[in-house]
């Protein structure tokens, strides 16, 4: 079992088969497919690592299979089961005897009823007393030598980053088909005339009158495939090919005619002729013969698009991505967006009959805390020429998977002209940090200077002015928007004048 959100390591043992040298054997959840991360022999296991939830529509539980040859699967499908995100709300008491044994009430949720319920103190884990889904209690281990404060861990965070969906759509890639069909009815069967004549057929863009354009020679009432497939010659794209079925009652027989993928007539099929010399000559009673297009051919998906996202007013594309992008493509074309960072892409296929159409998904995971809560959704731009999709039915389209749901994030820019900066709460002022500095020297200022050790900073460099922009997450819920402000300092060149300024994030 493990996070809806994916990315739990999974070992799976027990794997019938023997493994393929230079072959990295395959994980499959449900419906969705990667390469496995980690193998070992000697001990007879493959790691993968579980995808998100949102591939599988958010299923509660899937089955697991591997293939060793990258090709056959296990038919074991153990099952994996994804969790609820658990989070911890408070804790009581708080603190207590180094010597252990303290009953700590853990109130938060959800919980499951497990044997596998525990809690963290440190580095050591102890079992946990499961009271109802928000109410677990664990006893304290004794404190390690060491002169730290053992803390409890939290396996959550206090945001669920937003995921959207990604589709390239396309109808099946099938060939096209034209089948041909000679009938009777009576008692009497199917038969040629005196001379061996049956019937002419014309392909498409032919002509059934005199002089017959693009027609077969004559054909008897039981052509075998072969003897089809020589008729058509020359007359159907290379690489088609002829399938015979029958008899049936009264000697009759059925002909389809296959014609290479990505072949097709437009709608026209083969044609009868049925007047003058070249009429019909089966006998028998009501013979007759028929074609008819039984499967229009389709053509698979090919092309590029492009992505648009429009916040606060500001609307930028991505540049051209082909149809068939990496995961690694995608990201790249979203982070080279100024308002999107980090993002976490998984994908698979969307061809579900395996027909070769191209069609494919992508769940796009925004990951950062600029991106943080509920964000509009992606748009698809196709005006310019650059960006065209071909292929039949070929589309894109974009859902909202899972709402961004986010506590409050504080954003705060450092003017470029600023030489230095520091953050005030509740009229504390915090260390003097030098422009440019990272969000780690940001964040351990928090803690040290404030006790804010729930905290997490982002820093990023505008693309458009080359500003810093510092992004603040208490994932403990403590609120402290109203109480924050930061002070810029800007400096002559010897430093012999300097301007402070204060703001509220």
């Known amino acids: 079992h493990g996070r809806k959100g994916g990315g739990t390591r999974v070992l799976a043992k027990g794997i019938s088969g023997s493994f393929v040298r230079d072959v990295m054997p395959l994980c499959r959840f449900g419906s969705y497919t990667s390469r496995a991360v980690d193998i070992n022999r000697d001990e007879g296991y493959v790691a993968c690592i ?46 207590g005897f180094a010597s252990g044994g303290t009953d700590v009430q853990v109130l938060g949720g959800p919980f499951a009823n497990s044997h596998e319920l525990k809690c963290r103190f440190g580095t050591n884990i102890v079992n946990a007393s499961f009271h109802d889904t928000n109410h677990i209690s664990c006893l304290s281990p004794t404190l390690d030598q060491v002169h730290e404060v053992q803390k409890v861990s939290v396996f959550s965070m206090a945001h669920n980053p937003e995921i959207q969906t990604i ?3 396309s109808e099946d890639y099938v060939n096209e088909i034209h089948t041909c069909k000679t009938y009777g009815d009576g ?17 498409p863009g032919g002509s059934t009158n005199y002089p017959l354009k693009r027609a077969t020679c004559w054909l008897r009432h039981n052509e075998t495939a072969g003897t089809m497939h020589e008729a058509l010659h020359g007359l159907m794209p290379d690489g088609f090919e002829v399938s015979r079925r029958g008899p049936f009652a009264r000697e009759s027989y059925e002909w389809d005619i296959i014609l290479p993928k990505s072949a097709t007539f437009g709608g026209q099929t083969l044609r009868v002729v049925e007047n003058g010399g070249g009429r019909v000559r089966l006998e ?64 698979n296929s969307m061809d579900t009959n395996n027909t070769g159409s191209g069609a494919y998904q992508w769940h796009v995971t925004f990951n950062s805390l600029r991106n943080a809560g509920n964000l509009p959704l992606l748009k ?34 450092i003017p470029w002209n600023s ?73 002559n060149e010897d430093h012999s004048d300097c301007f402070e300024e204060r703001r509220d994030v």
């Not at 001379?195 to 014309?202: H, K, N």
């Not at 404030?450 to 810093?468: A, P």
Request: proline share 3%.
């Open 50 to 95: 579980s995808p998100p939830n949102s591939v599988n529509n958010f299923a509660s539980s899937v089955a697991v299979d591997i293939s060793l040859s990258g090709q056959v699967f296990t038919n074991f499908s153990v099952a994996f089961r994804y969790d609820e995100e658990v989070f911890v709300r408070s804790l009581h008491p708080s603190r």
């Open 167 to 169: 589709s390239a759509k």
């Open 187 to 203: 008692t009497d069967d199917l038969r040629d005339d005196e001379f061996g004549r049956g019937f002419i057929l014309v392909a």
């Open 284 to 347: 028998g009673t009501n013979a007759s013969v028929n074609c008819t297009l039984s499967q229009t051919g389709t053509q698979k998906i090919n092309g590029h698009f492009k992505l648009t996202f429009n916040q606060n007013g500001f609307e930028e594309s991505t540049s051209p991505i082909r149809h068939n992008s990496t995961n690694e493509e995608i990201e790249a074309a979203l982070e080279s967006l100024e308002m999107i960072h980090d993002v976490i892409v998984n994908s």
């Open 380 to 413: 698809t731009d196709f005006a310019s020429p650059d960006a065209k999709l071909s292929g039949t039915g070929s589309r894109i389209e974009i859902i909202e998977t899972r709402m961004g749901v986010s506590m409050d994030v504080l954003k705060f820019t």
């Open 419 to 491: 030489d230095d900066f520091s953050i005030s709460l509740n009229g504390i002022e915090g260390q003097v940090l030098p422009l440019g500095s990272p969000a780690s020297d940001l964040q351990e200022s928090m803690v040290m200077d404030f006790g804010l050790e729930s905290v997490l900073v982002e820093r990023y460099v505008s693309k458009l002015n080359q500003q810093d922009e510092y992004f603040i997450l208490d994932i403990a819920g403590n609120s402290i928007a109203k109480d924050i402000e930061v002070i810029t300092a800007r400096c």
